[in-house]
């Protein structure tokens, strides 16, 4: 028995090294291709995971937090004054977005403004978080049984975190705006309120801070001016916070995040699908609403006589108020 | 009847004792991909399953074989999430730049032998690194890669001690037999 293990084994010799390389060289590129060749296995390896995750999740943050302070306690005094600084500041900044949100309440309620639609929204844990030199994700305790999809946005308190990019039953994987497959399409809203908003593209180069591709070379860039989500492409909502802008030494720009993922413990996920936009019925058009008729392709001409003239009908609002009609009936 | 099951019970041994290193890369696999990050995730994880990869190639290369390598190679690409094939193609080279040069490193002991275990590395985290630029086409930053690199040179004294270990107590006993 031993020596037919020991021919079996040489005889197979095992597999040649080179068809072995040129196998894994195969892989590389059918990965290129499929980049989701793996996608349902590492879902049933981490869904399998998930309860012990979760159980050593509580631990693992402890320790963490133990040497988070270890090394913060040196900073204590001047994060207590900066803080405090940063406290006043912001209780000025909320006696004005008081206001301004009451002032565009008024607006709202004036312009009988349509609001936005709320974003379902499904709450999560994070259970896992990997920083490997080309992926940074977490995982999430959400699922296809919570109907988290991916593609949808995770967000925590703070600002947008990442994205799903792959679900279990039971369990989410994220990909972090920081990975170097993340690209979002961003709007940049200047802080100085000069140019309005620019449209650009952040990517994820797996440092702390994505980059900012701007669409339109023409546009300036100032650093602290708010990058927010730009719901380009319809998979993101619009409007999500992400951070600020802020240079990089060498001319380009690059985004301070908002979120800290290596902090966050509990997100949400945001269900948003953008309906494909339906257009308005004829009465909702602005011709139509403004009492004008609709303009009506003509027919084909017919070889018969030409009408006799009519008398010139000047179009007028439908819906103007009565007082509004009898002033002009007076006139 | 004793005397009968002998043979039966000593190939299983014998066979058991050959997956070892196979069970061992992939054990490393699934230890390091475990998706807890200590300290926030500063540090990336060792590669864990290069080790048994590299010490299993010097000391019973018939054991650890190019296609055991591409399993736990396999294993790390679908354990960590990255790019399908990037790991694979590292462990697969490393163990070739290995298995040609095993005179050489077999030959190494002390700090010089961690020495070559870090040269090894460096082989594994250049491919994966040159491999995710040519499919990404630009460079990735390199502190990551390199973090990875010290990461697992750090890791290589206490997983080799327990892979040698394993090795006396699973499958040196074997050994004279193959």
Redesign the interface.
């Known amino acids: ?2 020596n037919a ?2 021919i079996a ?1 040489k005889s197979n010799a ?4 080179v ?3 040129a ?3 195969v ?6 291709a499929q ?1 989701g ?2 996608d349902q ?2 879902a049933r ?2 869904d399998w ?1 998930a309860p012990a ?1 979760v159980k ?1 999740r509580a631990p ?1 943050q402890g ?2 937090r133990f ?2 302070s270890i090394t913060e306690i040196f900073s204590v005094y001047e994060q207590n004054l900066k803080l405090k600084e940063e406290n006043a500041r912001l209780r000025q900044w909320r006696n004005v977005a008081t206001v301004l949100q009451t002032r565009v309440s008024r607006y709202q309620t004036l312009l009988h403004a349509v609001p936005d639609p709320k974003l379902n929204a499904v709450l999560a844990q994070v ?13 999430l305790d959400a699922g296809k049984q919570h109907k988290a999809m991916p593609g949808q946005a995770v967000v925590d308190a703070r600002g947008m975190i990442g994205r799903i990019y ?1 679900t279990g039953q039971r369990t989410s ?1 994220v990909i972090l705006l920081t990975d ?1 497959n993340s690209r979002i399409p961003v709007t940049i809203a200047s802080a100085a309120g000069g140019s309005g908003n620019i449209q650009a593209m952040m990517t994820g ?3 702390a801070m994505p980059v900012l591709d701007i669409v339109s070379r023409l546009t300036t860039l100032h650093s602290g001016d708010q990058v927010v989500s730009s719901g380009d492409g319809g998979l993101l909502p619009a409007g999500l916070p992400i951070g600020t802008v802020v240079e990089d030494g060498s001319g380009g720009w690059r985004v301070a995040l908002l979120a800290d ?3 966050s413990q509990d997100v949400e996920i945001l269900n948003f699908s953008q309906p494909p936009e339906a257009l308005p019925p004829g009465a909702q058009l602005p011709a139509e609403a403004a009492g004008l008729k609709p303009m009506v392709t003509p027919p084909p001409p017919v070889a018969v006589a030409p009408p006799p003239p009519k008398p010139v009908v000047v179009a007028r609002p439908a819906a103007l108020p009565p007082d509004a009609q009898s002033e002009e009936t007076a006139e | 009847m004793a005397a009968l099951e002998r ?2 019970s ?2 299983a041994l ?2 058991f004792g ?1 997956l070892v290193p196979l069970f061992c890369g992939l054990l490393g696999v699934f230890i390091a ?13 060792p590669l864990l399953g290069l080790v048994p990869i590299y010490f299993w190639c010097l000391v019973r290369p ?1 054991l650890m ?6 399993t736990i ?2 294993a790390e ?10 790991w ?2 590292a462990f ?2 490393t ?2 730049l290995v ?1 040609r040069q095993r005179d050489s490193f077999a030959g190494l002991s002390g700090l010089v032998a961690v020495v070559g275990f870090g040269a090894a590395a460096s082989i594994t ?1 250049a491919s ?2 040159f ?2 630029a040519a ?2 086409w630009h460079f ?2 390199l502190a ?2 390199l ?2 690199l010290a990461m697992t040179v750090l890791f290589y004294v206490p997983t080799v001690y327990v892979a040698g270990m394993i090795h006396h107590r699973l499958v040196g006993a074997s050994r004279s ?2």
Do not use: H
């Open positions: 028995m031993a293990w020991k084994r095992q597999l040649p090294l068809i072995v390389i196998l894994a060289i892989l590389v590129l059918l990965g290129k980049s060749l793996f296995a590492r390896v981490t995971m995750l050593v693992i320790f963490d040497v988070g259970i896992g978080r990997a920083s490997r030199p080309f992926l940074q994700t977490m995982v792959l994987w170097l180069d797996n440092t993922p290596a902090s | 043979p039966g000593s190939a014998r066979i050959a991909n475990i998706p807890v990050s200590i300290l926030g995730g500063a540090v990336p994880p018939d074989t190019p296609a055991a390598a591409l190679g396999i690409d679908i354990a960590s999430g990255g790019p399908p094939g990037v694979t193609l697969v080279l163990y070739a298995a985290c994966a690194y491999t995710i499919l990404y990735p930053p990551p890669i973090s990875e037999d193959i």
